[in-house]
C-alpha cells in the first residue's frame, strides 16, 4: 500500500477561484459574532450555514470562513475534521445517520447499518449514484432507548430492524419532521423577486 502524497506548499484553491459565499451567507455568518468574545467562536456556527446554503463545505468555503473569522485555513480544516456531519464534498439530498453506540450495538446496530449498506449500495460517507442518500455512522445519536436508531436528516428514526430498512427508505416523507425548527443556524434564503 503506498500513501498518497499531497503538496501542502500549494493550495487546493486556484488564486482566481470566484467566491461561493453570498452576500446573504456573508451577513448570516457576521450576525454570530457580537455573541462572541473572539470570532473563532462563530466557527461553529459558520460551518453549519454554509452547508446549510452549498450542501457541504468544500476547499473555497473553507477559505472564506477562514477570511471572515480572521483565521486561518488549517484552523477552519481542524474543526469540520472533527466533526462527522460537516461534509468537504457534495452529499445527497438525505443523510442517513445509523447510530454505534453500545445500546444500540446491543440491540442489532451492525445489523442495521449493514442493512442500510446493503440497500442503498454506498459504504460510510458515501452517496448513491443518484444523489438521494447519503450515509454515516455516528457514535451516539442521543435516543438509547429507542436503539437500534437512525436519522434520515433530522428525522429520528426508532427501533428499526433490518426489515424496516427498505420501507423507510422508500418513503419520500422520512426525512420530514413534525417539530418547528430555529432558524438560528440555517442559511439565510435569497430574496427572489417576482
Aim: glycine share 6%; hydrophobic share 40%; charged share 30%.
Amino acid at each position: 500500500m503506498s500513501w498518497k502524497a499531497i503538496d501542502r506548499r500549494t493550495s487546493a484553491v486556484p488564486a482566481d477561484a470566484p467566491p461561493v459565499l453570498s452576500e446573504a451567507v456573508k451577513a448570516k455568518i457576521r450576525s454570530f459574532l457580537p455573541r462572541y468574545e473572539t470570532k473563532r467562536a462563530a466557527l461553529l456556527p459558520a460551518l453549519h450555514v454554509v452547508q446549510d446554503a452549498l450542501g457541504h463545505v468544500g476547499p473555497q468555503a473553507v477559505r472564506e470562513i477562514a477570511e471572515l473569522l480572521e483565521l486561518p485555513p488549517s484552523a477552519v480544516l481542524d474543526t469540520m475534521s472533527f466533526y462527522t456531519h460537516f461534509w468537504d464534498h457534495p452529499k445527497g439530498r438525505k443523510v442517513v445517520v445509523v447510530c454505534r453506540s453500545l445500546s444500540c450495538d446491543l440491540l442489532g446496530g451492525q445489523t442495521l447499518l449493514k442493512a442500510v449498506k446493503d440497500e442503498l449500495g454506498i459504504d460510510e460517507h458515501g452517496t448513491t449514484p443518484d444523489g438521494r442518500y447519503s450515509l454515516l455512522a455516528e457514535e451516539c445519536l442521543a435516543a438509547c432507548d429507542g436503539g437500534p436508531c437512525m436519522l434520515i436528516n433530522e428525522n429520528l428514526h426508532t427501533r428499526v430492524r433490518p426489515e424496516d430498512v427498505k420501507r423507510l427508505l422508500a418513503d419520500p416523507e422520512n426525512d420530514r419532521i413534525s417539530a418547528e425548527r430555529s432558524d438560528l443556524f440555517d442559511a439565510p434564503r435569497e430574496e427572489t423577486t417576482v
